[in-house]
């Protein structure tokens, strides 16, 4: 079993940054891709950001893509999503996932990851 444990959100003006880390524990070894998914108030809940394992290749949606960055730590066992330019339409709880699945190219579907974290509430004021 993996357990993740998201921090960082909080509530920053529109055009503020705001980074999010996400800590896994447990069995780690056996994860491979990490990514950030959302669900906005009414809303399912979406894909945002993954990683590969070498951390060398990463997805992005199109919404965040050029706002928001990704990285990852194996060594420390983290996962970071660097926000910046944040509108109000960015507003959700933030959601960190783990797949076991051993790819190269991270996935974006919700049912490619194993685990997930409790979510951390991210609003953008406008």
């Known amino acids: 079993q993996v357990q993740l444990v998201e921090s960082g959100g909080g509530l920053v003006q529109t055009g503020g940054p705001l980074n999010l880390s996400c800590a896994a524990s447990?069995?780690?070894?056996?994860?491979?891709?990490l990514g950030w998914f959302r669900r906005a108030p009414g809303k399912e809940r979406e894909f945002v950001a993954a990683?590969?394992?070498?951390?060398?290749?990463?997805l992005y949606a199109i919404a965040v893509k050029g706002r928001f960055t990704i990285s990852r730590d194996n060594a420390k066992n983290t996962v970071s999503l660097q926000m910046s330019s944040l509108k109000p339409e960015d507003t959700a709880v933030y959601y960190c996932a783990a797949g076991r699945v051993p790819t190269i190219q991270p996935g974006y579907r919700t049912y490619e990851y194993d685990y997930w974290g409790q979510g951390t509430q991210v609003t953008v004021s406008s």
């Open positions: 447990g069995r780690t070894v056996s994860i491979y891709s």
């Open positions: 990683i590969g394992r070498s951390a060398g290749s990463t």
